[in-house]
Structure formats: C-alpha cells, structure tokens
C-alpha cells in the first residue's frame, strides 16, 4: 500500500501548466515589435486561443477524457506556434539588414519573445509526443505507451523512492530551456528520429536568435 501511494505521488497527469504557458506564448504575440511583424497582431493569439479552447474545455486541470483528436489539434497548435516564431524570426533578420541598426530595443525585444515562445513552444511538444503523449504515459489511462523518446536522468537510476517515477511538464520545459541554450542534448537523451529533429530545428532557432541577433542587438545599444 504505501508503494502504490508513492508511485501514485510520482504521477504527472496535470494539463494546466502546459496549458498556461501556451496561454503566456499566445499573450507575448501581442507584445512582438510591427517592425518584424507582416501579420495583423490579433490574427495568431486569436489563432491559437481557438485552437486551445478545446484542450481547456475537456480537461482544464488534470488528464481525465481521453480524446485522440485532442492530441492532433495540440499538435496543430503548436506547428502554427513554430511556424509563426520563424516567420518573425525572418522578419528581424530582414529588419536587421534593411531597417534601422540603431533601434536596438526592437532586436533585443524581438529576440526575447521569439527566444521564449521557441522554448515553451518546443516543451510542449516534447511533452506530447514522447511515448505518445501525456495519457500514454499515465498507467492509470489506457491509452498504450509508445517507446521512449527521451531518456531522462531518472529512467536510468534504481534508487528507492524513483519506482514509477514519470516526467511532468517542468521536465519538459527544462529540457526545451537546456536545448535552447546549449544548442545541444544536457542530460536528457534524445532516442528516436522525430525528437531529434525537433531539438535540432529548436537548437536551429534558438542560434540565429541568439547568436546572430541578439550579440548584432547589444553592440549598436
């Protein structure tokens, strides 16, 4: 009894912190500067709100209705989210080459948000593709677990107190954030083919972002 109760503990099956930062994502949209902007500022968080409704709606808090469609309109959601973060990420590569180089708020700015909305973006989509998503995952669903797409720390010790142990949200999110920054795996794995090209179109991003814009954006500051 007091094993089922720790592996019980261990369970992440909460849908709303992924659900509340694609919501903090969809909010920044507003804040991306018009000078990188070809698209009407209302058009993606009104995009992505339509899309997120139903994920809200059916499971606001906690993974309790197994939906298969609800996996693909994440999916949808997040590939526009991606999307939209590479056309702005163009769009300040294009500004910085023919607009103002002095107006050095706009790149630093620009980055950020395209920076943030990279990271959380990319850690949802970890956190709904490895082994088929977050009711795979969970035993108490009977959604069937595909294999493994990342191997975390905790998958790989026998310690007491790790039985059962599953990756939640945050794991995520640091995954996506160390992908982000190091441009590189940390201490998390990637084992199969998608997860892989998905960190490295992430890492992809995440470089141009940092490395060309941002460093071009502090020396004209």
Same mark, same amino acid.
């Given at each position: 009894?007091?094993?089922?109760?720790?592996?019980?503990?261990?369970?992440?099956?909460?849908?709303?912190?992924?659900?509340?930062?694609?919501?903090?994502?969809?909010?920044?949209?507003?804040?991306?500067?018009?000078?990188?902007?070809?698209?009407?500022?209302?058009?993606?968080?009104?995009?992505? %709100?339509? @899309? #997120?409704?139903? !994920? &809200?709606?059916? +499971?606001? /808090?906690? =993974?309790?209705?197994?939906?298969?469609? $609800?996996?693909?309109?994440? %999916?949808? @959601? #997040?590939?526009? !989210? &991606?999307?939209? +973060?590479? /056309?702005? =990420?163009?769009?300040?590569?294009?500004? $910085?080459?023919?607009?103002?180089?002095?107006?050095?708020?706009? !790149? &630093?700015?620009?980055?950020?948000?395209?920076?943030?909305?990279?990271?959380?973006?990319?850690?949802?989509?970890?956190?709904?593709?490895?082994?088929?998503?977050?009711?795979?995952?969970?035993?108490?669903?009977?959604?069937?677990?595909?294999?493994?797409?990342?191997?975390?720390?905790?998958?790989?010790?026998?310690?007491?107190?790790?039985?059962?142990?599953?990756?939640?949200?945050?794991?995520?999110?640091?995954?996506?954030?160390?992908?982000?920054?190091?441009?590189?795996?940390?201490?998390?794995?990637?084992?199969?083919?998608?997860?892989?090209?998905?960190?490295?179109?992430?890492?992809?991003?995440?470089?141009?972002?940092?490395?060309?814009?941002?460093?071009?954006?502090?020396?004209?500051?």
């Amino acid at each position: 009894m007091k094993k089922a109760s720790k592996a019980s503990r261990m369970r992440h099956t909460r849908r709303w912190p992924a659900s509340l930062a694609v919501v903090a994502v969809l909010v920044l949209q507003l804040l991306v500067p018009t000078q990188i902007n070809g698209l009407p500022r209302w058009l993606m968080p009104t995009l992505g %709100l339509l @899309l #997120l409704l139903p !994920l &809200v709606w059916m +499971n606001p /808090f906690h =993974l309790q209705r197994d939906e298969p469609w $609800l996996r693909w309109v994440e %999916l949808v @959601l #997040l590939a526009v !989210l &991606v999307l939209a +973060n590479m /056309f702005y =990420l163009g769009g300040l590569i294009y500004f $910085l080459n023919h607009g103002d180089a002095n107006q050095g708020s706009v !790149l &630093v700015k620009g980055a950020v948000l395209i920076w943030v909305t990279n990271v959380v973006a990319f850690a949802v989509w970890y956190w709904e593709v490895d082994r088929g998503g977050p009711f795979a995952r969970a035993p108490e669903h009977e959604r069937e677990a595909e294999r493994a797409d990342l191997l975390f720390p905790q998958m790989t010790v026998d310690l007491e107190g790790w039985q059962g142990w599953l990756p939640g949200f945050t794991d995520y999110l640091f995954v996506s954030f160390t992908a982000a920054t190091a441009f590189s795996p940390t201490d998390t794995m990637p084992l199969t083919a998608r997860v892989k090209t998905l960190m490295g179109i992430q890492s992809g991003v995440s470089l141009l972002t940092i490395a060309v814009i941002a460093a071009r954006a502090v020396n004209v500051l």
